[in-house]
């Protein structure tokens, strides 16, 4: 007959739910994975089965029952630790999104937005387009592998147990703020393009004043918007993969000791 006692069940269930509750974070806020057409069910399963793959290459989690305060204190830090990795890598296509509103708003097309199902809200069709771009673009580069390789990594680098550092939250929000300018880096051809063209169209119609500045202007800008995104398409997979990678340095830097 087996027989086992509490003490055991609750290291057995230690050792499965806490790396889970940190995968399930993870899971709920990184890109591809976190995207809002993707099944409760299906993220559920996913971290249950990399919980079971992954729980058994780690060190013993401190022995806590699961309902005590002490557990519910360390689910919270891995809720804490999975989001944070996930937010760090989410923020990548948020700088391609942002590059492609700019972009849109100086083309012209502002006002042509569409239901983004991913940020359940209406966003430029610009830069919904830029948005697919980079996500065909991270999966064709292995980026969701990458991505789970750095949340493995992240179970050695910050052990079950362990609080986040409190620089990590300043690495994280001055991270925020390298995505702004990574967003304006990736719409400034564009942006310098339309510049140019905004002043050739404004000394034109000074020049001849009895041409329609709406009527010739609206189609230029938007041919040229085009021509500029295309000329810089083939430019994008290799500053994806660059933010990529600082990404996923960042986020395992999150989750170091000091």
């Given at each position: 007959m087996i027989s086992f006692t509490s003490a055991q069940l609750d290291v057995?269930?230690?050792?499965?739910?806490?790396?889970?509750v940190r995968l399930l974070a993870f899971i709920s806020t990184s890109p591809i994975f976190g995207n809002k057409?993707?099944?409760?069910?299906?993220?559920?399963?996913?971290?249950?089965?990399?919980?079971?793959?992954?729980?058994p290459t780690l060190a013993a989690p401190p022995a806590v029952a699961i309902g005590s305060g002490q557990?519910?204190?360390?689910?919270?830090?891995?809720?804490?630790?999975?989001?944070?990795?996930?937010?760090?890598?989410?923020?990548?296509?948020?700088?391609?999104?942002?590059?492609?509103e700019l972009a849109g708003l100086q083309m012209g097309l502002g006002f042509a937005s569409f239901y983004d199902p991913?940020?359940?809200?209406?966003?430029?069709v610009i830069a919904q387009w830029l948005g697919i771009i980079a996500t065909l673009a991270f999966l064709a580069m292995n980026g969701h592998l990458l991505m789970l390789s750095a949340l493995a990594e992240s179970f050695h680098t910050l052990p079950i147990g362990a609080m986040m550092p409190v620089k990590s939250f300043y690495t994280l929000a001055s991270w925020g703020g390298s995505i702004f300018a990574y967003g304006v880096q990736i719409s400034l051809p564009v942006l310098a393009a339309l510049l140019v063209t905004n002043l050739a169209l404004g000394i034109l119609t000074r020049a001849a004043q009895q041409l329609n500045?709406?009527?010739?202007?609206?189609?230029?800008?938007?041919?040229?918007?085009f021509f500029i995104l295309s000329f810089t398409l083939p430019y994008l997979p290799s500053l994806?993969?660059?933010?990529?990678?600082?990404?996923?340095?960042?986020?395992?830097g999150l989750v170091k000791l000091p």
């Open positions: 057995w269930l230690a050792t499965l739910m806490f790396p889970m057409q993707v099944p409760k069910r299906v993220k559920i399963g996913l971290a249950v089965l990399l919980a079971i793959l992954i729980a557990g519910l204190l360390i689910m919270v830090q891995q809720i804490l630790i999975g989001t944070a990795m996930g937010l760090t890598l989410r923020m990548i296509f948020n700088a391609f999104e942002m590059a492609g991913q940020n359940s809200s209406y966003s430029p500045p709406f009527a010739i202007g609206f189609p230029i800008t938007l041919g040229i918007g994806l993969d660059r933010i990529v990678q600082e990404s996923v340095t960042t986020a395992l």
